[in-house]
């Protein structure tokens, strides 16, 4: 690009930036010395390609969706958690929004995640072990007790039974009074991931993307600030991806949805704001910022110019990071504090929307609230003592930073294509009736080739830390120090035994034949092709449980089973 065109750019920045709203903060260095809002080349300086980088705030959004960075706002502190009971959960929550958390995200328990009551045979054990357990509204209306839903923003972590578990949420905010066209927040429902790699399925693919296309029409329609989707590339990391295979995955998958709301007609400048991502910040510093700016610029380019939408606000990927489960070690625990800190500030430099650090014991259990509060006090130190919210996209312009996000970028995009010739295998003639890439997913699902992909990644990375290639402290370099104390963080038995005797009082308490018809409803509703939303809700205003909705789901529509693979 030429000196005058970078010029041109920077006056159009600059006039976004002084008109936008700034946080009333100290945006100087430590020593007292002015910064400006973001940088650029030097006036005068061409730079070849410096349209695929740009300004903050513009197309393709390498740099980050704002004019201001983190000046306009800073990310939001949305620490994931939830244990026992509603009631337990309930108070971490108000200890988290009492210490400066800017949004909560609901952790599941097991049986919640599987669509399981805590009384079925197959929850034994597990009743509020890794999250908390969710049983009908009636828990949601705890969970969120002096809560204000229509204020807070609230993330919830559940796929195979997102949809029922959604309609929970809504009764609880129903019955606080809150209006539910206001209610803004996050549910992850992103069913592809967990065929790819998590595992916490419920239904066969294609009707289970039925009821999606249901809950984005629904949100699209009455809670237009709601994101029915938090498209996750975490879980593809955490399962042993590189980083451009989670990206690229994580794109697909997006795309995919895009592809479902534009088969059953909606308008893509409508529901594409809807589409979340969440993402993985591994230890692997430059790797994992390049990764971010890559996500923001490929999504971008393909949202416009393969999709067709015209808004900013639909071209923008807007992410939430969790720094890396696996990078943890349960040796030296201490450490993870400082594994944790780096990775948060990779994402932070990448312009994550929304960050959770994980807490320095969850090798081992659940953070205890001791540790639960060091992690988010890591978040504190990087947004108000280093300086790191100052500059939008400060890393922009270094030689290694853009190559990196180039590469990461390409490799990215030779992924897409051998998702979409998996595609055309799977229907030579003729198209999948959502998609191209849709059609190549839902075969790399079926024929496992995405885990066969994922497998040889992570057994490729388990060798080279066998061999020491790969090194990590405490584990094969610089082992054998003390190991601390920890207080570790322990679940009651008591919580599944009390658990089950609220369920059965519950149970005891509503009005049966209110439960039936609000069933029957909905399964008309899966049978006739009308949206499902309306009849679910009213069966959870009429305490059905996430067992009973989900199990009426499974008979009619059939439970997945995995690909054998070798
Ligand atoms: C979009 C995100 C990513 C973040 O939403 P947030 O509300 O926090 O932030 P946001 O939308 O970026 O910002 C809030 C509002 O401020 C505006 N805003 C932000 N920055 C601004 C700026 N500089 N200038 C002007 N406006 C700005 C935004 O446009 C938005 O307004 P408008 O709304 O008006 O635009 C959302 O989807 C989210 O919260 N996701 C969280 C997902 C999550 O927690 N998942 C947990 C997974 S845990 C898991 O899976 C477990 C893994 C495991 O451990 O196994």
Request: charged fraction near 25%.
């Amino acid at each position: 690009m030429d000196a005058e065109a970078i010029a041109e750019g920077r006056r159009r920045w600059q006039a976004r930036y002084d008109s936008a709203q700034k946080r009333a903060a100290d945006f100087t260095t430590l020593s007292g010395d002015p910064v400006e809002p973001a940088y650029g080349p030097r006036p005068g300086d061409t730079y070849d390609g410096f349209e695929r980088i740009g300004w903050p705030g513009e197309y393709p959004f390498t740099r980050g969706l704002y004019p201001t960075g983190y000046r306009g706002r800073a990310w939001t502190i949305r620490q994931f958690a939830g244990f026992g009971n509603a009631q337990q959960t309930n108070e971490r929550y108000k200890m988290i929004l009492a210490a400066g958390g800017g949004g909560l995200s609901v952790a599941f328990d097991m049986p919640t995640l599987m669509g399981r009551d805590s009384d079925d045979p197959r929850s034994l054990g597990e009743v509020g072990h890794c999250g908390v357990a969710i049983d009908s509204a009636a828990d949601m209306e705890i969970l969120f007790q002096d809560i204000p839903l229509g204020e807070v923003t609230t993330s919830m972590t559940i796929s195979g039974p997102a949809v029922p578990v959604f309609c929970m949420y809504l009764v609880a905010a129903e019955r606080q009074g809150a209006d539910p066209a206001v209610l803004n927040g996050t549910l992850q429902t992103d069913i592809f991931k967990e065929y790819i790699a998590q595992k916490e399925w419920l239904f066969t693919p294609e009707p289970h993307l039925r009821l999606i296309g249901d809950l984005m029409e629904h949100c699209a329609r009455d809670i237009p600030a709601y994101k029915p989707l938090s498209v996750s590339g975490y879980h593809i990391r955490e399962a042993g991806s590189t980083a451009a295979q989670e990206l690229a995955y994580t794109l697909a998958d997006g795309f995919g949805y895009v592809e479902l709301g534009l088969s059953r007609g909606m308008d893509v400048d409508v529901f594409a704001p809807g589409l979340s991502f969440f993402f993985d910040a591994h230890v692997d510093f430059f790797e994992e910022i390049a990764k971010f700016r890559a996500a923001r610029r490929i999504w971008a380019r393909w949202l416009r110019d393969v999709y067709g939408a015209r808004s900013d606000k639909a071209q923008w990927l807007r992410f939430h990071t969790q720094t890396a489960g696996v990078s943890l070690t349960a040796q030296q625990p201490y450490n993870n504090v400082v594994r944790t800190a780096v990775e948060a500030l990779a994402a932070v430099l990448g312009g994550t929307n929304s960050l959770h650090t994980n807490a320095l014991d969850e090798t081992l259990a659940l953070p205890s609230e001791r540790a639960a509060e060091i992690a988010l006090r890591t978040q504190q130190v990087l947004m108000e003592e280093t300086g790191v919210a100052n500059v939008a996209d400060p890393l922009g312009g270094s030689w290694y930073i853009e190559q990196l996000t180039d590469r990461i970028e390409a490799d990215a995009e030779k992924i897409f294509e051998r998702i979409k010739e998996r595609g055309r295998l799977a229907h030579p003639d003729e198209q999948h009736p959502i998609g191209p890439m849709t059609s190549g997913i839902l075969r790399g699902i079926e024929d496992g080739w995405f885990t066969g992909e994922i497998a040889e990644s992570a057994f490729r990375y388990q060798r080279s830390l066998e061999k020491g290639d790969k090194r990590v402290v405490g584990v094969n370099v610089a082992e054998g120090s003390v190991t601390e104390d920890l207080e570790i963080l322990r679940v009651s038995h008591e919580v599944e035994r009390d658990q089950i005797s609220s369920l059965a009082r519950r149970k005891e308490a509503r009005d049966e034949g209110a439960v039936r018809s609000a069933l029957d409803a909905m399964l008309s509703a899966a049978r006739d092709g009308s949206n499902m939303i309306g009849p679910m809700l009213d069966a959870a205003r009429a305490e059905a449980t996430l067992g009973e909705i989900c199990g009426v789901l499974r008979d009619e529509w059939g439970v997945y089973t995995e690909p054998p693979g070798f």
